[in-house]
């Protein structure tokens, strides 16, 4: 059994500009003839200098304005973004919660969604039907799992995509403020699955705004601010850092 | 070159992996296609063979050729093009409309320009069944052994498809009107190869390098000799299809080194 480690060392990360400018073949012809004056658009640097080793059992959470940089540490951890310099090693399965209704279709019942998204997590049909009770069970839709999901409320869709996405446990578990939506008691029981994933998961990562949940769910925590990690260090710490931080005039 | 030949077998073995969620896309793409259609699937057969009725109803008025012979003759090079167009058009925005799961999860690129050739496949099978019974009932005597060979011809196709797809996707997703360019270079092709023209007019009009230099009249040879003429391909048709096979993965998996880790950026 091998140990879940996360290790970036001096990683940069930047969105090139190719991805982002005007780019249709109609555009490079004229710049290419010089009929067209190109905007001033650069690589965005998104992350800047990180380091970070994160070892077996330690629930890391990310905090951090809009922009900050978050779901950008978060997607790199996951191996989405190739590194412009620096070094990512990553050990362990990576189960990633970054958006929920990821890979639903429409037009079939909840039922075969279970299925679908199941493929997507890269069980087999068989493992996907073993999962089906408990996740009908959690989901709570009743008969209703069996009508096409778009006949679900919105509340009812959350169920569902949470209900499946957690039921497969993974070695390292990254969570970007997906724990947002849904009702009350859908909130109490959220929480609940997290925290059964967190003890089987060996890491967790969480970006989230929700400041209260970080002392419940994490015992370190992060605070990034245009790319860069400002505070590293215990939860509670860092919600006050952040705090005094988001009081400052922007800026500073 | 070594290493690259342990990355690709590494790269083939992720696809293999992921068997389930490509065979899951293709299958999705079909549904999706025929969801709330009064006829579904039997469209896949009805569209080429309206098609080919009217060319042939056209064209044999105008050559005074055999209009059951001409269908059969049309209707073998109908669906095998249809199949190669929705494949290399379809392909362009593959990645784009893939762009959740990409985003989202580390896949090879390779399986969404797979499941687009895949799903054509089974519409092509659809458009086979028919062309089947056409030729049962217009040519019968030319049903034998050598229509086995057409298993190695289906084989091909979908491995020229699959390369093809994934030129396209790559630069479809660079360049957002690439699909147009690439509709429009297919009604090019349509009409300066033999698809329905019959290879003798060309012959005749002294234009014979656009079948005998043309990989897509190669390509219709292996099923087309079976069904119309009773027998296997030839050599050289072969040569040309596997040649076009070896230089659509060499462009296709250059492409991949090339443009798979920095893909995200362009969505």
Redesign the interface.
């Known amino acids: 059994m091998t140990n879940a480690r996360i290790h970036l060392k001096n990683v940069d990360l930047k969105?090139?500009q190719?991805?982002y400018r005007e780019?249709?073949?109609?555009s490079?012809v004229l710049k290419r003839l010089h009929l067209k004056q190109p905007h001033m658009v650069h690589d965005v640097h998104a992350l800047k200098d990180i380091n970070l080793d994160i070892t077996s059992g330690q629930r890391v959470a990310l905090l951090g304005h809009n922009g900050a940089g978050k779901s950008t540490l978060l997607?790199t951890i996951?191996?989405?973004?190739?590194v412009a310099q620096g070094e990512r090693i990553v050990h362990g399965d990576i189960r990633?919660l970054?958006?929920l209704t990821?890979?639903f279709?429409m037009?079939?019942t909840g039922r075969e969604n279970i299925?679908?998204r199941s493929?997507?997590l890269?069980?087999?049909?068989t493992q996907s039907k073993d999962l089906e009770p408990p996740i009908i069970d959690f989901a709570g839709l009743g008969e209703f799992i069996d009508y096409p999901i778009k006949t679900y409320s919105a509340g009812m869709l959350v169920r569902l995509a949470f209900a499946i996405s957690t039921a497969v446990k993974g070695d390292i578990l990254l969570l970007d403020e997906v724990i947002g939506a849904g009702d009350t008691y859908f909130m109490e029981k959220a929480k609940k699955r997290i925290e059964s994933l967190i003890t089987h998961a060996k890491i967790m990562v969480l970006a989230t705004h929700d400041l209260n949940t970080v002392g419940q769910l994490c015992n370190r925590a992060l605070v990034l601010k245009q790319g860069e990690i400002l505070f590293d260090g215990d939860p509670a710490q860092a919600v006050d850092f952040y705090k005094e931080l988001a009081q400052r005039p922007s800026g500073i | 070159m070594f290493k690259s030949l342990l990355c690709v077998q590494a790269y083939c073995k992720k696809i293999i992996q992921a068997r389930y969620f490509w065979m899951h896309l293709a299958w999705a793409d079909i549904r999706a296609k025929y969801r709330r259609s009064f006829l579904g699937p039997l469209w896949s057969m009805l569209q080429p063979l309206t098609m080919t009725l009217l060319l042939a109803f056209v064209m044999s008025s105008l050559f005074g050729a055999n209009m059951l012979e001409y269908s059969l003759f049309i209707f073998s090079g109908i669906i095998f093009w249809d199949y190669m167009v929705s494949s290399s058009v379809a392909g362009c925005n593959a990645f784009i409309q893939a762009e959740g799961y990409i985003k989202q999860m580390t896949q090879p690129l390779l399986i969404y320009t797979l499941r687009h050739s895949l799903s054509g496949m089974i519409h092509l099978l659809i458009g086979f069944c028919g062309l089947v019974l056409m030729a049962l009932i217009v040519k019968p005597e030319n049903f034998g052994w050598s229509w086995l060979s057409m298993l190695i011809g289906f084989f091909l196709l979908l491995f020229i498809a699959w390369p093809l797809a994934t030129i396209t996707a790559f630069t479809g997703t660079k360049f957002r009107d690439f699909s147009y360019l690439i509709a429009l270079g297919m009604q090019a092709i349509w009409y300066i190869s033999p698809i329905f023209l019959e290879p003798s007019l060309f012959h005749r009009a002294n234009i014979a390098f656009l079948v005998e230099y043309n990989p897509i009249y190669h390509l219709l040879e292996l099923f087309r000799a079976p069904i119309l003429h009773g027998e296997m391909a030839s050599i050289e048709n072969y040569a040309y299809v596997v040649g076009s096979f070896v230089f659509l993965w060499i462009f296709a998996i250059w492409m991949t080194i090339k443009g798979e880790r920095e893909l995200i950026f362009y969505f």
């Open positions: 969105y090139k190719y991805g780019v249709s073949v109609k490079y997607k996951a191996g989405l973004y190739p990633s970054f958006e990821l890979g279709e037009e079939a299925l679908y493929l997507l890269g069980l087999t049909p």
